[in-house]
């Protein structure tokens, strides 16, 4: 009995992997949607249409053939292909259903419009108009696939600065551009410039982190699609942000910088700056703003005046932390 009991329990296990198998074959299949075809119909903003599938959509409306190879040669039709077991995305994914665009396109007007040597198009008015939706309707055609599979950051999206901002995804990334639709990390300073002039200035300035010559990139340090702290970074604070490439400044340390040991902004700017380092000001004058001054020797000979104001570096050499004392045993961060 127990041999009989097993033998079924192994019997149940392959139909329920058959029917799985069937059913993401079911899901990878180019047709209209019609278990949920109202629900959908909602989302997309039209109720007057139906989903006819693709190959219905383009199999007379030509115009769009160059948009169908890029897509299918694109990263997301790759992964999306029938193999993949993901949800098929085809046009009616983001254009909503196409009944309406094709129903005048007759055999005998493709016909008519192939003889006079152009391209039979479909009325692509009757989409859904993506262009001159508002930000985050235009995102949320993307969210419906891609807060489920793709992209795992992008639960941070709706909270994240540029969803505030009314930055949407096509602004970003577009489809029909060919077959890589996401950016590359060289791309992407030229495409954030778009935006933020003021940090492509600051990488004019003599120094800079070494993003114009494509030695690090934006994403580096901001997670485009929101991140856990403020200004997008990657990590929860600032200096956990810049010591995934400046290990040797992260500690802990014996003698620590006081209240700079957590924000490195207080004394360095992250994109350019005149100063050496990325300083916000030259020294001493950066840290006369928190320390009194003191001479350098005892007496003040027209030698040593120079040197009342100096570089403090100079001395202190171990300004972000040290674990040795300094000669006076009160931890100088002199080494």
Excluded at 29 to 55: C, F, H, N, Q, V
Excluded at 297 to 312: I, L
Aim: glycine share 6%; with cysteine.
């Amino acid at each position: 009995m127990g041999r009989t009991a097993k033998l079924k329990g192994w019997a149940m296990l392959a139909l329920l992997a058959v029917g799985i198998a069937a059913g993401c074959a079911a899901l990878k299949e180019s047709r209209p949607i019609l278990p949920i075809k109202e629900y959908e119909k909602m989302i997309a903003g039209r109720l007057d249409a139906d989903y006819i599938g693709t190959d219905n959509c383009l199999k007379a409306c030509h115009v769009h053939d160059k948009n169908r190879r890029d897509f299918d040669l694109s990263t997301m039709g790759a992964q999306l292909s029938r193999e993949s077991g993901l949800p098929l995305v085809n046009c009616e994914s983001c254009h909503g259903p196409g009944s309406l665009a094709v129903e005048d396109l007759t055999p005998e007007k493709v016909r008519a419009v192939e003889a006079a040597g152009k391209k039979p198009a479909c009325d692509y008015k009757t989409f859904v108009d993506i262009k001159n939706l508002p930000a985050q309707a235009k995102s949320l055609i993307c969210l419906k696939c891609h807060t489920a599979n793709a992209t795992f950051n992008l639960h941070n999206w709706n909270a994240s600065t540029h969803s505030i901002a009314e930055v949407a995804c096509s602004d970003c990334h577009n489809i029909h551009a060919g077959h890589n639709l996401k950016v590359r990390p060289r791309d992407t300073a030229e495409l954030c410039y778009k935006c933020h002039q003021d940090v492509k200035a600051a990488f004019s300035l003599p120094n800079h982190h070494p993003v114009p010559e494509k030695k690090i990139f934006c994403i580096d340090c901001h997670d485009t699609h929101g991140g856990p702290a403020e200004k997008n970074l990657r990590r929860e604070t600032v200096k956990a942000t810049c010591t995934q490439c400046h290990a040797e400044k992260e500690g802990p340390f014996v003698f620590e910088h006081a209240d700079n040991s957590e924000e490195c902004t207080k004394c360095h700017t992250p994109h350019g700056s005149v100063n050496n380092n990325l300083l916000v000001l030259r020294e001493p004058f950066l840290c006369l703003q928190c320390h009194s001054s003191h001479r350098i020797s005892a007496g003040m000979s027209a030698e040593s005046k120079q040197a009342f104001y100096t570089r403090c570096t100079d001395c202190h050499s171990q300004i972000h932390g040290t674990d040795l004392p300094s000669p006076s045993g009160q931890g100088r961060f002199i080494q």
